[in-house]
């Protein structure tokens, strides 16, 4: 029996019935050039408003596998020699699914809510380039951002990572690889119901909850999800830089605010990451949003508990990186 919650808000139950209803079939089912096409529309429909922020500007930079395109938002004009915080934004989509145009309202409210310089990250997707492909983008930009940053007016001490769902897996990634290389420094995570996980031997509560599909997901989903991104699957789900989970040591990790949602399969991989923060003496914040479900962050023109969220996660970001 899985965790008492609190009935679904009314929007979040309306988009949970429509999604029931709906005639296109699960994501383990779908062609992935298909689900590409339907996440893309989806996103213009329902991510909101698109944000007036003061200049964007798509850049390419040096990546492990060639050419890096990375889109940069800044909130208002700089004066000379100003250096303001910066968030290098790392979207979700399963590892296959979504790039920066999906995201792109989302890293717009960012800038202008938190205050600070977004750089979002259009890495390598599965399954034209399996794991570690997204892992080594993001760890790349990051050290451009550390690098080059002051050259677009970051501070490079004021450096944060931000990411939903498969984007959320990479940041804590990108933490990882950033403390066990001694740097580039970052002054916070910021994890939106991570995918924290590839296998199942951790036996979260909410996998076998809502990982029948009835509101959004499914463990097929996630079988799917893994056989594509993962070039062997059965060696690399247990890689920490595919399952951040089994890293095991979370000591010297950055501060993190972890947001979920209490109608969500990956619920419970975000909490128990935060317990395993706090047991490591990292200063965590977790936040869970109990009636409603997965795609709340990115669906705030549909959900107004999205856009309840993206203030959350901003009020956060502005403190962390003032």
């Not at 951002?145 to 897996?169: K, Q």
């Not at 107004?304 to 993206?310: E, N, S, T």
Request: aromatic share 8%; with cysteine; hydrophobic share 40%.
């Amino acid at each position: 029996m899985g965790e008492e919650l609190p009935p679904l808000e009314p929007q979040s139950r309306k988009f949970a019935e429509q999604m029931r209803g709906s005639s296109m079939p699960p994501a383990h089912e779908t062609p992935y050039e298909k689900s590409r096409a339907a996440m893309a529309a989806s996103a213009i429909l329902l991510s909101g408003p698109r944000t007036d922020v003061y200049r964007t500007e798509d850049r390419s930079i040096d990546g492990p596998g060639g050419a890096l395109t990375i889109r940069i938002y800044w909130p208002r004009a700089l004066q000379d020699g100003e250096k303001i915080g910066g968030v290098l934004f790392l979207h979700g989509g399963g590892f296959y699914l979504g790039n920066v145009e999906t995201h792109d309202v989302v890293a717009r409210d960012l800038c202008r809510d938190a205050g600070v310089i977004v750089v979002s990250v259009d890495y390598r997707r599965a399954p034209e380039h399996r794991f570690p492909a997204a892992v080594e983008d993001c760890h790349a930009a990051l050290c451009w951002l550390a690098g080059h940053g002051h050259e677009i007016g970051v501070d490079r001490d004021r450096i944060g990572v931000c990411g939903d769902s498969s984007g959320g897996t990479l940041t804590v990634t990108t933490c990882l690889l950033a403390r066990d290389h001694q740097g580039p420094k970052i002054s916070c995570q910021v994890v939106v119901y991570g995918l924290l996980t590839l296998q199942d031997a951790l036996h979260l509560p909410s996998r076998a909850q809502f990982g029948n599909g009835e509101y959004f997901g499914s463990l097929k989903d996630l079988e799917y999800v893994r056989n594509l991104y993962l070039a062997d699957p059965d060696r690399d789900m247990d890689n920490p830089l595919a399952s951040p989970l089994l890293a095991g040591n979370l000591g010297a990790l950055p501060p993190a605010l972890v947001v979920t949602a209490g109608y969500d399969m990956v619920r419970d991989d975000n909490r128990y990451y935060a317990d395993q923060l706090r047991g490591a003496d990292v200063p965590v914040e977790y936040k869970c949003y109990a009636d409603t479900l997965h795609p709340f962050y990115l669906f705030a023109g549909l959900l107004d508990v999205g856009r309840d969220a993206r203030r959350f996660v901003a009020d956060y970001v502005r403190r962390m990186l003032a």
